[in-house]
């Protein structure tokens, strides 16, 4: 079936299987690969996207749920001044190790700070409790979080 829907603010059509997964479009059809794939059943987070705004594992989206849509890939964020802030905060924090679960992490933190723009602890060990770490034990991820809400603020930066 012709699918068309926006990706990373650019309008795009393509003739998909419905049922392939979203994750398998945005890699393999558009080249996308800071989208990783993980467990591939929803339970990593490697595969975080934005679809119109709402944090969703794309490995568990079927191609034709993305009609009309408006997906945001770690791709798309990354360049942006939110993405840079937030990067930088990871990197300042040591909280990329191996680094492969950082596109969904850094998706995940973002959509927790659109919410919540000073989160304590807690409310970030919750905002990215469906993203798995196996190497940092997840403190300095916090740390980085909990740093790229202070840069905001000092910059006025709205996520
Ligand atoms: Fe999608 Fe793990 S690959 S949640
Ligand atoms: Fe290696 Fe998180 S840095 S899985």
């Given amino acids: 079936m012709k699918i068309d829907f926006t990706l990373n603010g650019t309008p795009v059509s393509l003739e998909s299987s419905p049922v392939k997964r979203l994750l398998d479009v945005l890699r393999d059809d ?23 705004g709402r944090l969703a594992n794309s490995c568990l989206i079927p191609a034709a749920q993305a009609e009309g849509a ?12 939110a993405g840079i802030l937030i990067t930088e905060a990871y990197a300042e924090a040591h909280a990329v190790q191996c680094g492969f679960c950082t596109p969904g992490m850094v998706m995940a933190s973002i959509a927790l700070l659109k919410v919540n723009p000073d989160p304590d602890e807690q409310a970030v060990r919750e905002g990215i409790s469906g993203n798995i770490c196996r190497c940092t034990g ?5 740390d980085a979080v909990q740093l790229a809400a202070k840069r905001a603020k000092e910059r006025g930066l709205a996520w």
Wanted: glycine fraction near 16%; proline fraction near 0%; charge should be negative.
């Fill in 138 to 142: 997840y403190d300095m991820i916090i």
């Fill in 70 to 81: 408006e997906i945001v890939t770690i791709d798309g964020v990354r360049d942006t001044e």
């Fill in 30 to 52: 558009f080249d996308m690969k800071g989208t990783k794939e993980g467990c591939g059943e929803g339970e990593c987070g490697a595969c975080s996207i934005f679809i119109d």
